[in-house]
């Protein structure tokens, strides 16, 4: 289950090595004021959007993003820097995406069988598309790092 924004926030800030304490002093924030804003329970001191960037950079730890996309009814995964790889990579890129969609073809044929699907198989047919639409957002970011780009056009002979 998904851990509420707040609760991401707070969870975030706990976790990193030194706590909430180092994180403020990483940050340049007083210490008091930045626990207070990372208490889901405090309702006098707010998080700003740019604060929650500077965490989530200084943290490595994105569980923030997650949680907001996930609250709004999105989701959101990681897409690496492909620029600069080759067709063999996108190829395999393709076939790994492939062989996900296989395993949750599986999954839910096999969930299916007792013409009932039970919270343990449901839970797996989700482990296994969230997996495929990483794989293809991830195919689409290495497609992306090798499409022709549109050059501005210089011309004024208007």
Known sequence: LMPGTN???????????????????????????????????????????????????????????????????????????????CDIELLDSWADWDASRGKTVLAIRNALEDRRITEKELDAIEKEMREDFQKELALLSRLESISEKPQADNNTDD
């Open 7 to 85: 609760n991401a926030i707070y969870d975030t800030a706990h976790s990193f090595p030194g706590g909430a304490k180092k994180l403020a002093e990483e940050m340049g924030k007083r210490p008091g004021t930045f626990n207070n804003k990372c208490d889901p329970n405090c309702e006098t001191h707010v998080m700003t959007i740019d604060e929650v960037r500077h965490m989530m950079k200084i943290t490595d730890d994105h569980q923030i993003l997650r949680a907001l996309a996930h609250e709004f009814g999105y989701a959101c995964f990681p897409l690496p820097d492909y620029s600069g790889y």
